[in-house]
C-alpha cells in the first residue's frame, strides 16, 4: 500500500532515537565546531523527548482519521488519511489516501505459510486485518562535498529524513492484543476481571487481585495502587510495533473470473486502539461542567446483608447530604416465585448514614413466605435522589442496583 502517492519513492532509514538520546543534549560552547554529529545529537533529543511524552503519558492509538474502507465495484481497499503514535511514541502520519488491489495482493501471498484459506469451487474464503508500521525515508537529494575538507570532487547526498507510515494489509487475525498497563487501578474501577493465581486450586485469586476487590473506591485506594501498577511498568520489547486499524472478515474472492473479483468483505475499524483528546475526557469526567458532578458513587463490593436482623449495609465513595437519607431514596423489593404477583415491596422502616465510614445502612421488614431475591436500588434519579457534596445526585445521576438470592 502506498504510503503517499505524492512522495516519490526514496531510500529507505532505520533512523532510531534512542531512550538515551532523550537525556544528552547538546552543550553550546562560543567558538566551538560543530559537526554532522552534533546537529543529530541536537535533533534526535528534541524528537526523543516528545516520543517519551507521548509514550509513556498517551500509549498507543489512533488519534484521527484512518478511515477503512472496501469497494466491491473496484476491488478495492482504501485507508484515508489519519495520524496515530505507536507503542514507542512515534507519530505516524497519512496525508492522502492508500489504496490496495485485493486480488492482487491475494496472489502474492496465498502461498505465504500459515495463512488459513477456505477454498470452494468458484471462490475463495479469508481474514486479514491493516497494520500500519512507522517508516522513514531519505529525501530531496543536494550536491554534498564528497569527502570532509577535501575541497575538490562533488557528490549527491540527500538532505531531508520523511516521517511516513506503511500500511500493511496481513493474513489472518491480528494476534491477541497484551494486557493493557495499570491492571490494579482496571480493577478497581470494574475495567478488568481479577486474574487467577498461578499454580492455585479452583476460584483462588492473585494476593495483589484479592487485595484490590476488598479495598473501597475512593481516592486513597486509587493512589495506592496507581503507584504500584507505575513500579510494574516496563519498556516494550519487540522488533516492530504496528497500529492495528481494522480487521477484515469473510474476503470472498471469486475464481470463475480473470482476474479474481471481490465479491464480499466485512470491515470492523471498532477493533483499533483510539486516544481521545483530554479535553474530551475533561468533559467526561467532571459530568458536563457541572461542579461536583464526580461523586457520589455507590461501592459495589461493600453491600452487606443480614436477614437476622433485616438490616442492609452499603458505603459510598464521598460524603452524603444527610437530609436526602430517607427511606424514599430507596426501593427495595422481594421477588417468590411461588406469590401472585411475584415481586412486592418492602417496607424500609428506617435509613441512617454514618460520616465516620460512609456507611448507610436501611432497617426493613421482610414478609413470611418463599422470597427468593432481594432487590436494592438506591435511587441518583427521580424526585428523592441521595446527594452528595455540592448537591451532586449518587452515581452522577444514575441508580445504583443490588440483587441477592436470599
Avoid at 478495492?76 to 495520524?83: I, K, N, S, T, Y
Wanted: aromatic share 8%; with cysteine; net charge negative.
Amino acid at each position: 500500500m502506498a504510503s503517499n502517492p505524492e512522495t516519490p519513492p526514496c531510500p529507505c532509514t532505520d533512523s532510531q532515537d534512542s531512550a538515551q538520546s532523550a537525556y544528552t543534549s547538546l552543550h553550546y560552547q562560543f567558538g566551538m565546531l560543530l559537526g554532522v554529529a552534533d546537529f543529530e545529537t541536537e535533533q534526535a533529543y528534541h524528537r526523543a523527548k516528545m516520543r517519551l511524552h507521548n509514550q509513556w503519558l498517551h500509549g498507543a492509538g489512533v488519534v484521527r482519521g484512518f478511515g477503512v474502507e472496501a469497494s466491491l465495484e473496484r476491488g478495492e481497499l482504501r485507508v484515508h488519511p489519519g495520524l496515530a503514535i505507536d507503542a514507542l511514541g512515534r507519530e505516524l502520519h497519512l496525508d492522502a489516501d492508500a489504496c490496495l488491489n485485493i486480488a492482487a495482493w491475494f496472489d502474492a501471498h496465498r502461498n505465504d505459510p500459515g495463512f488459513a484459506i477456505t477454498r470452494e469451487t468458484d471462490k475463495v474464503t479469508f481474514d486479514a486485518h491493516v497494520v500500519l508500521v512507522f517508516k522513514t525515508c531519505l529525501t530531496r537529494p543536494v550536491p554534498a562535498l564528497a569527502e570532509a575538507c577535501e575541497g575538490s570532487g562533488v557528490s549527491t547526498s540527500f538532505s531531508r529524513v520523511f516521517e511516513t507510515v506503511e500500511i500493511l494489509l496481513r493474513p489472518g487475525r491480528p494476534a491477541p492484543a497484551a494486557a493493557p498497563p495499570y491492571h490494579r487501578l482496571r480493577l478497581l474501577l470494574g475495567l478488568d476481571s481479577p486474574r487467577a493465581k498461578a499454580g492455585g486450586g479452583a476460584g483462588e485469586l492473585e494476593p495483589a487481585d484479592v487485595e484490590v476487590l476488598a479495598a473501597p473506591r475512593n481516592v486513597d485506594s486509587f493512589r495506592r495502587f496507581a503507584a504500584l501498577d507505575e513500579i510494574d511498568l516496563q519498556p516494550p520489547e519487540a522488533k516492530e510495533f504496528p497500529v492495528l486499524l481494522a480487521t477484515l472478515s469473510g474476503i470472498q474472492l471469486t475464481t470463475d473470473t480473470t482476474p479474481l473479483k471481490l465479491a464480499a468483505v466485512d470491515v470492523d475499524v471498532t477493533v483499533r486502539p483510539t486516544l481521545v483528546a483530554t479535553s474530551a475526557i475533561q468533559e467526561w469526567g467532571i459530568g458536563g461542567g457541572f461542579p461536583g458532578n464526580a461523586g457520589p458513587f455507590a461501592i459495589p463490593g461493600s453491600v452487606s446483608l443480614d436477614l437476622g436482623s433485616s438490616t442492609l449495609k452499603f458505603q459510598v465513595t464521598s460524603d452524603l447530604e444527610s437530609a436526602s437519607i430517607t427511606p424514599s431514596a430507596f426501593s427495595l423489593t422481594a421477588f417468590d416465585p411461588a406469590a401472585s404477583p411475584g415481586w412486592s415491596d418492602l417496607v424500609i422502616s428506617s435509613s441512617a448514614y454514618d460520616p465516620s465510614t460512609r456507611t448507610v445502612k436501611l432497617q426493613y421488614s421482610l414478609p413470611t413466605g418463599t422470597a427468593k431475591v432481594l432487590r436494592l436500588v438506591a435511587r441518583g434519579t427521580g424526585p428523592t435522589p441521595l446527594l452528595g457534596a455540592g448537591f451532586s445526585p449518587l452515581n452522577n445521576g444514575q441508580d445504583f442496583v443490588f440483587q441477592k438470592g436470599i
